[in-house]
């Protein structure tokens, strides 16, 4: 009789070698591409977000406040998301539908995050500080649109019957679909 060890090598990807890892990319959620891009996204609205509170004052600042809400929101949450997609945390969580969580959170910062920026750049006192904030809001938010076309485009719309497989780069071992039985045969007779 031999071993597991032996066939483990040769048939699937030892796990103990992966959870070792703090960053596990790629994996099935997150493909390297979209895994910089997430990083971009995180520094970009940080970067909106500390360029609005240097702003002193504000004619309009619902505009100024919205924004500050928006963009601190894409910068934390963003970040978080981007913790649990590329570390082994994310099975530990309890959810089963991070490709439906993580396409319609992306949607929903980049429509937000455009609203922001236009209302901001309507209703600011055009400062070179405010220029900037609203530039680097507007980069921040193409970033999530770039973000959501590539998910669109690896993947397709993860609400249909039958969206695409994971990216061909996932390190997920594939499950076996029938099972060697204890007398070294395959099941049949």
């Known amino acids: 009789m031999a071993s597991e060890a032996v066939y483990n090598s040769t048939t699937t990807a030892d796990p103990s070698s992966r959870q070792n890892r703090c960053f596990n990319i790629p994996n099935n959620n997150l493909d390297l591409v979209r895994f910089c891009l997430k990083v971009l996204e995180v520094l970009l ?13 504000c004619t309009s600042c619902s505009a100024l406040y919205f924004f500050e809400f928006v963009s601190c929101t894409a910068f934390l949450f963003t970040l978080l998301l ?18 439906k969580l993580d396409f319609v959170y992306s949607v929903l910062i980049f429509l937000l995050l ?10 600011n006192n055009g400062t070179g500080l405010e220029n900037a904030t609203v ?26 019957e039958n969206p695409r497989d994971p990216p061909v780069g996932s390190t997920e ?17």
Request: charged residues 10%.
């Open 114 to 123: 455009i609203i922001a920026s236009i209302a901001f750049a309507a209703n």
């Open 135 to 160: 530039g680097f809001g507007f980069i921040a938010s193409f970033t999530f649109l770039a973000d959501v076309l590539v998910f669109y485009r690896a993947r397709g719309f993860p609400f249909s």
């Open 173 to 189: 071992p594939a499950q076996e679909s029938e099972k060697l039985n204890a007398n070294g045969t395959n099941g049949t007779n």
């Open 45 to 57: 609205s940080f970067v909106a977000f500390v360029l609005e509170e240097s702003v002193n004052s």
């Open 82 to 99: 981007l913790i649990l997609l590329s570390t082994p945390l994310h099975m530990k969580v309890g959810i089963n539908c991070w490709p």
